[in-house]
């Protein structure tokens, strides 16, 4: 378990190193910082693509042989990131590890088809745990290597660390004949027919995508925001603010003991509202340093919270199908993340902090307006 929830962490870490080095990446290649931020977002992407039609042939394929695979091209999406001698093949590696860190999502549902009854509920929390730190933790990692040796030796040693999994993995997972004998196309439409028998997921879904949308607004435009005067913060010390993250992943744990308990409808209200409040927290942030650290600890706790409930709900619905379920789930989620990105980038550009203020705090809204409509209609939910 030490070992997938350190593989969890540092895969996932992937696609965020780059957002407190905007600046830095952006200076090597002679582009506009927003610019760099929209390449940025295709790793988003490339992510969510990857849940949507990599992850699930988990349900199917030995998962020994599938993250193997995928981890060794991650790996070598990661040294062209590191190498890419300009904005294309940066744009392009960027992608491919987007697409390939996809494999976390092979592995939780590969520990849970695993575990004991009793106790998959903790080791899954044990691997949310990992998945959480691993985002946060990040952007502090990224932002303190590169302005020790530059952006580039952030990829670098991310390169070597994946390496050093895959030989680990190679060894600890074992081999597992197919369970399913459908299809590519057949997994595909399968997708289809479970959000088709599944309400609670197409709603759970669209909650992961508004919740992972603001999440990435704030610290898309928290880049914007710190390295501008009057903070002009260095790549380290925008990395730094991601410690104040690390909060999320303590509200992890009481989120998906309130889901077990059967609260999961309750706390996604209490938990949305908390995120809109970072949010209103966050606009005076140009002003107060204060209302920086305090929003961001805020937000992570309503969006990391918010995950973990999700799961705690969609999980129950069709076992047998764990992975679709979690290409579902993740690919709403992620594509909200990386729209984040692009909404952050925009909304800078043409009205400043403020404007990222606005964005941001529209999606919770939204979510909460949702919320709001299926307790109305369901009051289970």
Known sequence: MLFFS????????????????????????????????????????????????????????????????????????????????????????????GATSSAIMVIIPHVASHAPHETRGRMVGQLVTGLLLGILLARTVSGAVATAWGWRVVFALATCMVLLLLVVLRIVVRSRPPRHPLRYGQLLHSLLDLMRKHPELRRRSVYAMLGLGTFSVLWTGLTFLLSAPPYEYSAAGIGMFGLIGAAGALSATVAGRLGDAGHAGTATGVLGALTFGAWCVLAFAEASLAAVAV???????????????HQSIIYRLAPEASSRITAIFVTFGFTGAALGSAIASVAYAMSGWPGVCLAGASLPFLLFLAWTAARRGAPAH
């Open 295 to 309: 929003g961001i600890f805020l937000l992570d706790i309503g969006v990391q919270g918010l995950q973990v409930t």
């Open 6 to 97: 350190t593989t969890v962490g540092i895969v996932v870490a992937n696609l965020y190193y780059a957002q407190p080095l905007l600046a830095s990446i952006a200076l090597s290649f002679g582009q506009d910082m927003t610019r760099i931020g929209f390449a940025v977002t295709l790793t988003q992407i490339g992510y969510a693509l990857g849940i949507l039609l990599l992850v699930p042939l988990a349900d199917v394929l030995d998962h020994r042989k599938m993250l193997t695979v995928m981890l060794a091209a991650n790996a070598v999406g990661l040294s062209l990131v590191a190498a890419s001698p300009d904005l294309a093949t940066f744009v392009v590696a960027s992608f491919a590890v």
